[in-house]
Each structure stands twice: as C-alpha cells, then as structure tokens.
C-alpha cells in the first residue's frame, strides 16, 4: 500500500513562492505526479517526474513550465514542487500521485493513469 501526505500549502500574494512536499514510500512506482484543482473546474496535472536508476525526468504543463520545479530526494522519500512568480490562476487543491509508468513513453501523465492519491494541501495567491 503507497500512502502520500502533502504538505506545504497556504495564502500567497502574486509573484511569491511556495514549496509544497509530498511525502511517502513509493516502492516501484517510477513516477510522481502533482496535479491541481480549483473549484468548479477538473483536476489538472501540474508535473511529474520519472525515476529509474538514479536518473529522473521532469515534465510540465505549459501553464507552469519556467515558474514551478518539480524533485524528488530518494532518501526521505519525499517529492517536491517549488513554485515561483505564482499567480490567482495557481490558486486550488494541490494532490500529489503516484504510479508506475513504461519509461520508453514519458510524458505529463493525466490523473486516470496514477494509482496513488493524496488527500491535498490548499494553495491561495492573492493578487
């Protein structure tokens, strides 16, 4: 059983930062994902990151790629999404995911794909 615990959330301005932690042993899941919701809206993969032998890749949404960064220590296992130059649009749910996924098709994956879910951490930028 994975079990993930986010962590990190709260009430920004716009243009500050956050880092949120996704904390929980993920054995052979090769792939963590952050995804976001705001209300009335569907849930939207923000990014993910492969891991296979010490190597990882990264994927982004359009909407967030140069702005957040996602990362992975092995050691704690704990994932990370740090988010820079955040805007109201950032505003919602944060979940982080995870599942396992074929490395010859990486990709920014959609929630139907992860097995794994947490239970969120909320993120609020004021403007």
């Known amino acids: 059983q994975v079990e993930l615990v986010e962590s990190g959330g709260g009430s920004v301005q716009a243009g500050g930062s956050l880092r949120l932690s996704c904390a929980g042993s993920?054995?052979?899941?090769?792939?963590i994902g952050w995804f976001r919701q705001a209300p009335g809206k569907e849930r939207e993969a923000v990014a993910n990151i492969y891991k296979m032998h010490g190597n990882t890749y990264t994927y982004y949404s359009a909407s967030v790629e140069g702005r957040f960064t996602i990362s992975l220590d092995s050691a704690v296992n704990t994932a990370y999404l740090q988010m820079n130059n955040m805007t109201p649009e950032d505003t919602g749910m944060y979940y982080c995911?995870?599942?396992?996924?074929?490395?010859?098709?990486?990709?920014?994956?959609?929630?139907?794909?992860?097995?794994?879910w947490g239970h969120g951490t909320q993120v609020t930028v004021s403007s």
């Open positions: 993920t054995y052979s899941r090769n792939v």
């Open positions: 995911a995870a599942t396992w996924a074929p490395m010859g098709d990486r990709k920014l994956l959609g929630s139907k794909e992860y097995s794994y």
